[in-house]
């Protein structure tokens, strides 16, 4: 068991326990007055048949009262305790599930399927909920049931109680023989549900390009399949619960008629067998095999549960980042780039041996044809990757020792896609955290964005991933966010590709014109006025460093930019 699975089950009872007791006391006072109510009826038919068991109507009546009050109280406390344990486990568990997420590496989680973690929080967390923690309760008040039963019945009938546990093994060979497939039957129902998932996030992901090439009928076809496959294994899960319920009910049954054919007998034979008896141990045997019947499924449940939570455990257990040197405040040297080796795949080298230097406070542009290894040196400067040879040094730290933490508090990157959540301007570039407003009111000045807050106010819903907003807009909110952190180095990677001429001159431009700020902007626009404002130039050719220098001088030397640029404009 990983330290994770075990956190994760904490997570239920952190905090929890006394509203854990509260429930549980009252679910002893409820069986309590279900038991009592057993024995009132007992009582009740002997005395109708003439049997003088030393109560008055009257008495009995008065018992029947104090029990309907007794279990109005037990009611009342479950309605509070019971939503308030099940609110705090789930928000716990959730709440602990996700900050562990986010601990893991950028890269790592980037290549990992979020339908695993939106399934885990979403369709196995309702599952832990109603199949483990509801029936949690549920099989401890049988299990009170049975044992307050079994001492009923012996009070009653040491031989009768001999002759029920007899009959009550019926129920509990039957659900041994079939309980045992439900964990097996949720697993299957939980991959299951995260492949459907993944492939509704794919369709919706890929609306744009469905509608283009007119797929509307494959993509309806993969849906399909996809739908299909989970409701194939819910209704296999049903099934086997379904013949879990069965086999037990048929064996309760079975058991209870022979309890009440013992008990005549017995009754008949003189063994001290009042009427009363016979039915309320007809109830009791009923009592005493609940958990028989229970106890195999909740079981399965349990397994099904501890199941689901060490298959999200192992998740979160990947591609964690959390640990390594922490870099110094500040970027109080260049950051180093020396014979660097990368590939994504073994054998499958991208970066061959690329060495370069960069200042602080200067820009630099990084260009090349696609799949030149652009992207992959922006994502090492931002600590994405580990496992490379050579040395990226940040104030003198190799990136591959330090903690992801501190890469983070030194680096902001922009990338071509920017997401943008689903609420104001405003917190959208604060990121939901308190600043300065003054030092917000820099941030937006800087990025280009006071025409927009002049327009639309700094509370105007940005609409879903930024539906709301111009390409250009959300790029400069990306921005303003990283001179928000103020970290002294920004990254841009195909910051301005989907957008128009116009408005990626006016990033690029906003980009250009921050100060104190080390950027690195990977770019396929070649623009002549824009490129020449760079205090230097890489040209990217087959994973190598093929020319460095200004673009005045690049352009001069008639090498591989020139040729580069020479066919892009």
């Known amino acids: 068991m990983n330290k994770t699975y075990l956190a994760l089950r904490k997570q239920l009872y952190r905090g929890n326990m006394g509203v854990f007791t509260v429930e549980i006391a009252a679910i002893l006072l409820l069986m309590a007055v279900n038991l009592g109510v057993s024995w009132l ?137 079939t309980g045992g497939k439900l964990a097996a039957a949720d697993k299957r129902v939980s991959e299951q549900n995260k492949n459907f998932m993944a492939q509704l996030d794919d369709l919706l992901s890929g609306f744009s390009v469905i509608k283009s090439f007119q797929a509307e009928s494959e993509a309806e076809a993969l849906f399909a399949k996809a739908n299909q496959a989970a409701e194939h294994e819910k209704r296999g899960r049903r099934k086997i619960s379904i013949l879990v319920s069965l086999f037990t009910n048929t064996g309760n049954i079975a058991s209870q008629l022979g309890i009440f054919l013992a008990a005549a007998v017995l009754s008949k034979r003189g063994f001290g067998v009042t009427p009363g008896m016979v039915v309320v141990f007809v109830q009791l045997v009923g009592l005493l095999a609940m958990p028989f019947q229970e106890v195999p499924e909740a079981l399965a449940n349990r397994n099904a549960a501890h199941a689901l939570m060490e298959k999200l455990a192992d998740a979160l257990e990947e591609n964690v980042n959390d640990t390594g040197v ?70 003198g730290t190799q990136l591959s020792e330090a903690s992801a933490e501190s890469v983070f508090s030194l680096v902001s990157s922009i990338g071509q896609s920017v997401f943008i959540f689903n609420a104001s301007i405003r917190d959208n570039i604060t990121m939901f955290r308190d600043f300065d407003p003054q030092a917000v009111d820099r941030a937006i000045e800087g990025a280009g964005l006071s025409q927009l807050i002049a327009a639309r106010g700094e509370d105007y819903l940005c ?107």
């Open 41 to 177: 009826l007992q009582q009740v038919i002997d005395v109708v048949a003439g049997i003088d068991t030393g109560f008055s109507i009257l008495q009995l009546a008065l018992m029947a009262a104090a029990m309907v009050a007794a279990v109005t109280l037990g009611l009342l406390i479950r309605s509070s305790s019971k939503p308030r344990f099940f609110e705090r486990a789930m928000r716990q568990y959730k709440s602990y599930a996700f900050s562990r997420l986010t601990k893991k590496s950028l890269a790592a989680f980037s290549g990992e399927q979020t339908a695993v973690y939106l399934s885990a929080l979403s369709n196995d967390a309702a599952s832990i909920e109603t199949n483990y923690l509801e029936k949690l309760f549920a099989l401890i008040a049988d299990c009170v049931l049975a044992l307050g039963a079994l001492a009923l019945m012996l009070y009653y009938s040491p031989l009768l109680m001999l002759i029920a546990i007899a009959f009550s093994a019926l129920p509990l060979a039957a659900a041994l023989l």
């Open 326 to 395: 922490e870099l110094a405040s500040g970027l109080t040297g260049p950051i180093e780039v020396r014979d660097v080796r990368f590939g994504y795949e073994p054998d499958k080298e991208v970066l061959h041996g690329v060495s370069a230097t960069f200042e602080p406070g200067k820009s630099y542009a990084v260009v090349g044809a696609s799949g030149s290894g652009k992207s992959t040196l922006l994502s090492l400067l931002q600590g994405a990757y580990k496992n490379y040879s050579g040395e990226v040094l940040i104030n």
């Open 463 to 569: 609409g879903e991933n930024g539906c709301n907003l111009s390409g250009g807009e959300r790029q400069r909110i990306s921005i303003a966010r990283c001179l928000l952190r103020k970290t002294p180095v920004l990254l841009a990677d195909e910051a301005t590709a989907a957008l128009d001429r116009e408005s990626a001159g006016h990033v690029c431009n906003s980009i250009l014109s921050l100060k104190e700020l080390t950027r690195i902007v990977v770019t396929h626009a070649l623009d002549a006025p824009l490129l020449r404002r760079y205090d230097r130039i890489l040209a990217f050719k087959d994973g190598r460093v093929a020319e460095e220098g200004t673009f005045d001088d690049l352009m001069e030397k008639k090498g591989y930019f020139y040729s580069l640029y020479t066919l892009n404009t």
